[in-house]
């Protein structure tokens, strides 16, 4: 299957030209002009890499960068220009883009660029999971007969759920992820829509955020045009929803109302943490909902029931996050301090796995992490209060406000120091990168390009 890039350039022809020369190459293209359209897009559906302009009205290719980051960091970055400043380049590269091409492109340099960028996301994927390996040599996606990543399928539990996620992979209409808070939603749907092979296979997202009537309608129109022959809607945080998303939930599970008339096969799947009955004698879900959501129910196992899969977890993750953060090289666990993880109940489920992973990584920069840090985080994961855990977190967003904050005021340190009442030299120390950063990478310029 083609690989998939999405470009976003708001000058047309532009735009068709990169279009052309990626289609050329035998990449499947989405190329769109408005960077809002292009962040759905991306949660949409799974892409290989992005290849952004850098200068756009609405916002730039740095902060477009940063968005679809948060939805999957694992995913390359190119960035194209017509003129960007020293200093501009390596901010970009720093802050982890994965090629910077200025204008009139190299052809050449960006498609052999595209493909090393592309081979070395793989490369990583392939280290997480030949990290949980088990003693057999058999990986997860070769035991089951199926790729699976949600979950490394170790446990007897995890396996178990997803054999029976693949055999309802063609479900007629509506499939219900029960599970309990801090479930990866999203990462099991991800799973769900890999288990088809045809590009006419298309899953959209639907947050409380943002879940209205004309979205989810916009997100079904666009997925036909991209030729969408079945559009599967995952709700998101079903319980979060108000009311009017609620009744919207049910008019589109139920195809009805403004549903009713869509020329395409629609499916629903809703995720929601709690026991049905539970929340329907609660009055949490109404009676239609609770009707609908009981046609096909699979439970989603907690954490706790999967501990032999939960190091390997911890592992893939820190693959994601080295991605994100751009390290030169991706941290490994110590068998010991990887088998810790195997011993914590793990209230929040993946939420509170993938904050300690984060955390580990912030504190401990290196190739090797250690018993002694692995625990130093766990017992700050259990034994804090919700109030410290909120702190920490806050504290370790510091860098990502100020830099908010930074382009809010165009870079003008002054004007960035008022805004917090802060020393100028307070701020240049927090948002200066160190230079060991910018280039210690394999890349860094490319003659051809720069």
Aim: with cysteine; net charge negative; proline share 4%.
């Amino acid at each position: 299957m083609p690989h998939r890039v999405l470009i976003l350039d708001d000058d047309a022809d532009f735009n068709s030209l990169l279009t052309d020369i990626f289609e050329q190459a035998d990449y499947n293209v989405t190329s769109l002009m408005d960077p809002i359209e292009a962040i759905e897009a991306f949660r949409d559906r799974e892409y290989d890499l992005i290849v952004t302009d850098h200068k756009m009205p609405e916002m730039t290719g740095a902060e477009f960068m940063k968005a679809v980051k948060k939805v999957r960091p694992e995913v390359p970055v190119i960035m194209v220009s017509g003129y960007l400043e020293n200093d501009t380049i390596r901010e970009l590269i720093s802050e982890g883009v994965g090629g910077v091409f200025l204008k009139p492109l190299n052809i050449f340099s960006l498609l052999k660029r595209t493909a090393e960028l592309i081979e070395e996301t793989q490369k990583l994927q392939d280290s997480s999971a030949s990290d949980g390996e088990g003693a057999d040599g058999e990986d997860a996606g070769k035991h089951l007969g199926f790729s699976f990543r949600s979950y490394p399928c170790k446990s007897g539990a995890s396996a178990s759920f997803a054999e029976r996620l693949y055999s309802l992979r063609n479900f007629i209409s509506m499939l219900s992820l029960i599970g309990e808070p801090g479930m990866h939603y999203r990462s099991i749907c991800e799973d769900i829509l890999n288990f088809y092979e045809s590009d006419a296979e298309h899953f959209i997202y639907l947050s409380p955020g943002t879940f209205d009537e004309a979205q989810a309608l916009s997100l079904i129109e666009a997925a036909q045009k991209e030729g969408a022959e079945r559009v599967t809607c995952v709700l998101l945080d079903l319980l979060s929803m108000n009311e009017a998303q609620r009744v919207i939930a049910t008019k589109l599970a139920k195809h009805e109302g403004a549903f009713e008339a869509l020329a395409v096969v629609l499916r629903t799947i809703f995720c929601v943490s709690g026991d049905l009955d539970s929340l329907f004698d609660e009055g949490l879900i109404d009676e239609n909902l609770y009707i609908l959501m009981g046609t096909t129910e699979v439970r989603v196992p907690p954490l706790r029931e999967c501990s032999v899969d939960v190091g390997i977890m911890a592992q893939q993750l820190v693959v994601e996050i080295a991605r994100e953060k751009s390290l030169a090289a991706v941290p490994r666990f110590e068998r010991s301090a990887r088998d810790l993880f195997r011993q914590q109940t793990w209230g929040r489920n993946y939420e509170e796995l993938r904050a300690t992973v984060r955390k580990i990584i912030d504190d401990n920069p290196g190739d090797m992490i250690t018993h002694a840090a692995v625990k130093s985080a766990l017992q700050v994961s259990e034994l804090a209060s919700p109030r410290d855990r909120l702190e920490s977190h806050l504290l370790g967003q510091q860098v990502d406000y100020l830099r908010a904050v930074s382009i809010l005021f165009n870079g003008d340190r002054s004007k960035i120091a008022g805004f917090f009442g802060a020393d100028e030299s307070a701020i240049e120390a927090k948002l200066k990168c160190p230079q060991d950063s910018i280039f210690s990478r394999e890349y860094t310029l490319w003659p051809d390009e720069y």
